[in-house]
């Protein structure tokens, strides 16, 4: 499916990222790994969580190098990109699926944590695709994958300030970089993955999910198909993929709902049931 493509994942040396640069590899595209070796709230790195993932890809016979440029500044994104087409000539398809986690509340949030969550998340993001877009413009192809985050969104994680603000701007990246790209053959859709990681662990135990099969690789069976060539119809979309199943976001506006009423009424009483 995807034998001659390049592949950039961020954040790809444990979890979902590995899954998906794995899955990748094994529908024949040359993957570059990306990953520091972050701690989850990314304040310590240096594990060389990238290298294993390139041994297990190169020991079934896939092409793989490992990146650990830092993603979160415009410089080190560029440097990432540079290495996959230094490496493997060109770059079409990018996902970025670095992430960190801060679990602080509205009133406990400190504004260095806020700025670590939204320097790896947001300007990670923003930072690969830029580098990736004039690549993909002039070979007119390009596939970028964001990650955003369901439980972020909507409202079951109360002590996740940072990260929940950061899921919400990449999915507005999403939204503009598809309409950025649509000219140029270069499509951009968002994932809400469900699925158990380190980062996940702690909302599953707590049962939310509970007797589900939430294996990466359901995810990174739809992240591979939206970087197909065939889904050059496929962009602006955000998709929630979890075990095995799929389901689409979307966003509507809505002319009759019992807010609507109140307002345009000029009420904020309670509504009787």
């Known amino acids: 499916m995807l034998t001659g493509r390049v592949a950039l994942v961020t954040g790809a040396g444990r979890g979902l990222g590995a899954a998906h640069a794995r899955l990748l590899a094994a529908e024949g595209a040359a993957v570059v790994v990306n990953d520091v070796g972050a701690s989850l709230d990314g304040r310590t790195s240096g594990e ?26 415009f410089a080190g994104a560029a440097a990432a990109v540079r290495r996959v087409v230094d490496t493997f000539g060109r770059i079409d398809i990018l996902v970025n699926n670095a992430g960190i986690m801060d679990t602080s509340g509205v009133e406990d949030l400190a504004e260095d944590s806020l700025d670590r969550v939204l320097d790896v998340h947001v300007k990670g993001s923003v930072a690969t695709t830029r580098a990736a877009f004039a690549y993909m413009r002039t070979q007119a192809f390009g596939r970028i994958i964001n990650t955003i985050s369901e439980s972020a969104l909507d409202m079951r994680m109360a002590d996740s300030i940072a990260y929940s603000s950061a899921k919400a701007a990449v999915w507005g990246l999403t ?32 049962g939310m999910s509970t007797g589900l099969d939430l294996a990466p690789e359901h995810v990174s069976r739809v992240v591979v198909l939206l970087a197909s060539p065939g889904a050059g119809d496929i962009t602006g979309r955000v998709v929630h993929a979890a075990a095995g199943q799929v389901r689409e976001y979307i966003l509507r506006r809505t002319a009759d709902t019992d807010l609507v009423r109140r307002l345009a009424d000029g009420s904020t009483s309670t509504v009787a049931s």
């Open 48 to 73: 060389q969580v990238a290298a294993d993932v390139v041994a297990d890809i190169t020991a079934v016979g896939g092409r793989a190098v490992a990146d650990t440029c830092d993603i979160s500044t």
């Open 175 to 206: 939204m503009a970089t598809a309409k950025n790209g649509a000219p140029y053959g270069i499509t951009a859709n968002a994932v809400s993955p469900g699925a158990r990681t380190r980062m996940s662990a702690g909302v599953l135990d707590a």
